[in-house]
């Protein structure tokens, strides 16, 4: 995901946690009409959703994320009767006909609407003024409008029907099935579309958008489908949806095959700068306005492709092995392609996090905010793509990359916490990395680092408790030989010797390598 805008990093209570251990979701059939010109509250969207779960202890209740508002009250219904639900909060508890045993598989369904849920199921105008319907489901927003067990952890089969106005466009999560057209008219004229996605996503993955988009044909790649964007931008978006194809490549070529069947991007009135709906980015409406197209973001998100959706995190502290992965091989991806050099964007992004308020006061990985979406931060970000910049220093590029590579084969389909990536990138380089991940991770802020330079030597002060790194240190000599060499740190106070004193224009960090401060 791209954002586009700050979000506060306040420290609260830890969040409560998803109660998903009770049963696991195999597949949501989803049957949706979505009307975005409808002119009554109960015209936008209607629809069913059924259900296969499979029991992971004996259960009488099913227990689900789900909203309900004055327009949206989903009703349950097992074997064509109505099931008893309560709400407290987000949360639904579903009373079955009859127990299931744990193992044992089952089905129940809810009618959804119709109506205008809460939140997660967006109706309203593009910047053209046109009638649009998107989902928006980061973080916790697929409850709005769809019962679900609403948690990265867990993943399922999505199987969409979607029923939409002739004379406008769909787009769902998936592929079609048996061969068939992207849609079709029915007999009532309404047109008709079918998808299944070839891979298990969470909810918040998961997509449906229904909006009048034309279409922007980028070559290249098989998978390729044509690219939605509204008529009256499609000369600035030709100029922007270059790349993809290359992209591709590169990530397969680099860490593993493409999870889902298909790939586009879709222009919608998202709050977000992009968002990486597994196999159908949603990108923001201006995006195609900047001079740079918006090359950039769209590398960020065909990254999260591999990163945060084909390998997802199981709860939201993790999330900076979805936004930092993108946030470090989205410019990496940019670079190969004509972008700015990679060293370049992580001193932007070093520069960002340096006067950022969690930059100095939150780690990483953090249970402590009131929402999710306030873990998009600039620790998830940039700080993120910076411990795998300074990780690819500390075990060598070869290793870096087979470790990336064995982590991603390895887990591809599932959602996983960091320690399967210290284990892999541990076995890749025969290093010990617990210290790095936790020093990183775990704690907040970097090295802030004093120096004094003598003639033949430079004494490196901490403040602070100090960190273990290497630093790489630039000299002239007084034979005026360009001098160079790393060093690593793990004292309060250290001194390194320099040849060729009395030494002249030092200069710390040339290469763009450690992510620290200047005290």
Same mark, same amino acid.
């Given at each position: 995901?791209?954002?586009?805008?700050?979000?506060?990093?306040?420290?609260?209570?830890?969040?409560?946690?998803?109660?998903?251990?009770?049963?696991?979701?195999?597949?949501?059939?989803?049957?949706?009409?979505?009307?975005?010109?409808?002119?009554?509250?109960?015209?936008?969207?209607?629809?069913?959703?059924?259900?296969?779960?499979?029991?992971?202890?004996?259960?009488?209740? $099913?227990?689900?994320?789900?909203?309900?508002?004055?327009?949206?009250?989903?009703?349950?219904?097992? &074997? &064509?009767?109505?099931?008893?639900?309560?709400?407290?909060?987000?949360?639904?508890?579903?009373?079955?006909?009859?127990?299931?045993?744990?193992?044992?598989?089952?089905?129940?369904?809810?009618?959804?609407?119709?109506?205008?849920?809460?939140?997660?199921?967006?109706?309203?105008?593009?910047?053209?003024?046109?009638?649009?319907?998107?989902?928006? =489901?980061?973080?916790? /927003?697929? /409850?709005?409008?769809?019962?679900?067990?609403?948690?990265?952890?867990?993943?399922?089969?999505?199987?969409?029907?979607?029923?939409?106005?002739?004379?406008?466009?769909?787009?769902?999560? &998936?592929?079609?099935?048996?061969?068939?057209?992207?849609?079709?008219?029915?007999?009532?004229?309404?047109?008709?579309?079918? /998808?299944?996605?070839?891979?298990?996503?969470?909810?918040?993955?998961?997509?449906?958008?229904?909006?009048?988009?034309?279409?922007?044909?980028?070559?290249?790649?098989?998978?390729?489908?044509?690219?939605?964007?509204?008529?009256?931008?499609?000369?600035?978006?030709?100029?922007?949806?270059?790349? =993809?194809?290359?992209?591709?490549?590169?990530?397969?070529?680099?860490?593993?095959?493409?999870?889902?069947?298909?790939?586009?991007?879709?222009?919608?009135?998202?709050?977000?700068?992009?968002?990486?709906?597994?196999?159908?980015?949603?990108?923001?409406?201006?995006?195609?306005?900047?001079?740079?197209?918006?090359?950039?973001?769209?590398?960020?998100?065909?990254?999260?492709?591999?990163?945060?959706?084909?390998?997802?995190?199981?709860?939201?502290?993790?999330?900076?092995?979805?936004?930092?992965?993108?946030?470090?091989?989205?410019?990496?991806?940019?670079?190969?392609?004509?972008?700015?050099?990679?060293?370049?964007?992580?001193?932007?992004?070093?520069?960002?996090?340096?006067?950022?308020?969690?930059?100095?006061?939150?780690?990483?990985?953090?249970?402590?905010?009131? =929402?999710?979406?306030?873990?998009?931060?600039?620790?998830?970000?940039?700080?993120?793509?910076?411990?795998?910049?300074?990780?690819?220093?500390? $075990?060598?590029?070869?290793?870096?990359?087979?470790?990336?590579?064995?982590?991603?084969?390895?887990?591809?389909?599932?959602?996983?916490?960091?320690?399967?990536?210290?284990?892999?990138?541990?076995?890749?380089?025969?290093?010990?990395?617990?210290?790095?991940?936790?020093?990183?991770?775990?704690?907040?802020?970097?090295?802030?680092?004093?120096?004094?330079?003598?003639?033949?030597?430079?004494?490196?002060?901490?403040?602070?408790?100090?960190?273990?790194?290497?630093?790489?240190? /630039?000299?002239?000599?007084?034979?005026?030989? $360009?001098?160079?060499?790393?060093?690593?740190?793990?004292?309060?106070?250290?001194?390194?010797?320099?040849?060729?004193?009395?030494?002249?224009?030092?200069?710390?960090?040339?290469?763009?390598?450690?992510?620290?401060?200047?005290?």
């Amino acid at each position: 995901m791209s954002l586009f805008f700050a979000l506060s990093s306040v420290l609260l209570q830890d969040a409560p946690s998803d109660d998903d251990i009770r049963h696991d979701a195999l597949s949501y059939s989803i049957e949706l009409q979505v009307n975005p010109s409808a002119k009554e509250n109960d015209g936008y969207l209607s629809g069913r959703v059924d259900y296969l779960f499979r029991a992971q202890e004996d259960l009488d209740a $099913v227990h689900l994320d789900s909203v309900i508002g004055p327009f949206w009250h989903p009703v349950f219904q097992q &074997g &064509g009767k109505q099931l008893k639900a309560s709400w407290e909060g987000d949360k639904v508890t579903v009373q079955l006909a009859q127990p299931v045993a744990a193992g044992k598989e089952f089905k129940f369904s809810a009618l959804l609407g119709p109506g205008i849920p809460p939140h997660g199921f967006r109706f309203g105008k593009n910047r053209h003024n046109q009638p649009t319907a998107w989902t928006d =489901h980061f973080s916790i /927003r697929a /409850r709005g409008w769809l019962p679900c067990e609403d948690n990265p952890a867990d993943r399922a089969i999505f199987k969409t029907i979607v029923r939409y106005p002739k004379g406008t466009r769909a787009v769902a999560s &998936g592929v079609p099935q048996n061969g068939e057209e992207w849609s079709r008219l029915q007999k009532d004229g309404w047109m008709f579309a079918e /998808r299944e996605t070839v891979a298990e996503i969470p909810p918040y993955l998961y997509a449906i958008g229904v909006g009048p988009w034309d279409e922007v044909i980028e070559g290249g790649e098989a998978r390729l489908r044509p690219h939605l964007v509204w008529t009256r931008d499609k000369p600035k978006a030709r100029r922007g949806l270059l790349h =993809h194809a290359a992209w591709m490549k590169t990530m397969e070529e680099v860490f593993g095959p493409y999870s889902y069947g298909k790939y586009l991007v879709v222009q919608v009135p998202t709050r977000w700068g992009g968002m990486e709906n597994a196999g159908n980015t949603w990108l923001m409406e201006r995006i195609f306005d900047a001079p740079g197209r918006g090359i950039g973001t769209m590398a960020h998100e065909l990254a999260h492709q591999w990163f945060g959706d084909a390998v997802g995190y199981a709860a939201w502290k993790e999330v900076w092995l979805s936004e930092g992965f993108a946030s470090y091989f989205g410019p990496w991806l940019h670079a190969s392609t004509g972008g700015p050099s990679l060293d370049r964007s992580l001193e932007g992004m070093r520069r960002r996090w340096l006067i950022s308020k969690e930059g100095r006061t939150l780690p990483i990985r953090w249970g402590g905010y009131e =929402h999710p979406d306030s873990a998009l931060n600039t620790n998830t970000y940039p700080k993120g793509a910076w411990v795998l910049h300074m990780l690819r220093g500390q $075990v060598g590029d070869e290793d870096f990359f087979a470790g990336i590579k064995s982590w991603y084969l390895a887990n591809r389909g599932t959602a996983v916490n960091t320690s399967t990536l210290r284990e892999a990138l541990e076995e890749a380089s025969g290093q010990t990395l617990g210290w790095f991940f936790s020093q990183w991770l775990d704690h907040p802020g970097c090295p802030e680092l004093r120096f004094k330079w003598e003639n033949d030597a430079v004494i490196i002060t901490q403040i602070g408790a100090p960190w273990r790194f290497n630093i790489r240190l /630039r000299w002239t000599g007084s034979d005026g030989e $360009v001098r160079e060499k790393v060093f690593t740190v793990d004292q309060s106070e250290s001194r390194f010797e320099l040849e060729g004193g009395p030494i002249q224009s030092p200069v710390v960090d040339p290469l763009v390598e450690l992510l620290w401060r200047k005290a």
